[in-house]
Each structure stands twice: as C-alpha cells, then as structure tokens.
C-alpha cells in the first residue's frame, strides 16, 4: 500500500519560492502517476500540477501561468513541486496523490482528484507578508 509523505511547507512572503516534496517509502514512485493538489480554507480541493509515470509528461493548472515545476527524483524516490513567485491566494493544504499506472499515458487534462487513489496528509502553505 502506497502512502505519500509531503514535507516543505512553511510560511513564505508573497514573491517568494517554496519546494515540496513527497516522498512514499516501500513503494517506487516512478510506476505511479503523481499529482499535487491543494485546498484552501472553504473552497474545494484543486489540482495544481501532474507528472505521469516514468516521468514522461507533465500538466499544470492553467491559474498557475508557469510559476509551479513538478519533477521526479528517482534516486530519492521522491516528487518535488517548485512554487515560486508566490501570492498569498497560494495559501492553503498541499497534497500529494497517486495512481498505480504501469503504463505512462498522458496526465489528464482536468487533474480530477477521483483519479487517484493514494492520498498524503498535507502540508501547509501559508503566503503572507
């Protein structure tokens, strides 16, 4: 069973850069495609960025105008997403989520949280001067 950690969040002032990461011991990470979501307070959880398996491709929000990275480490058996140029209505729970996929199709347009099946606590990100 598949369980992803987030680690990296923090208090960051607005224009400022902020790198998560999820990591998922016993389990590799490259065979799961691998999504970021978040939720801030009273709204519904948002997908920010996907990368399939094997690293092939990547998706991002269209809010986000090219200021969030998602990557994999397979050395450290880890996803990162890089958030720079932060504003404070970034603020909110990070997620990590995951679904076994063998195959490395294409991250789904829409990154639809029914997608994914394995689910990491959440790290807060908090933008404020």
């Known amino acids: 069973q598949l369980q992803p950690v987030e680690s990296g969040g923090g208090l960051v002032q607005p224009g400022g850069s902020l790198r998560l990461s999820c990591a998922a011991a016993?389990?590799?990470?490259?065979?799961?495609?691998v999504a970021w979501f978040r939720q801030a307070p009273g709204k519904e959880r948002e997908g920010v960025a996907c990368?399939?398996?094997?690293?092939?491709?990547?998706n991002y929000a269209e809010s986000l105008a090219g200021r969030f990275t998602i990557a994999r480490d397979n050395a450290e058996n880890t996803v990162s997403l890089r958030m720079n140029s932060l504003k404070p209505e970034d603020t909110g729970v990070y997620y990590c989520?995951?679904?076994?996929?063998?195959?490395?199709?294409?991250?789904?347009?829409?990154?639809?949280?029914?997608?994914?099946?394995?689910w990491g606590q959440g790290t807060q990100v908090t933008v404020s001067s």
């Open positions: 016993g389990s590799t990470l490259n065979s799961y495609m």
């Open positions: 989520a995951a679904t076994w996929s063998p195959l490395p199709y294409r991250c789904p347009a829409f990154i639809d949280k029914s997608r994914f099946n394995y």
């Open positions: 990368i399939s398996s094997f690293g092939g491709t990547t």
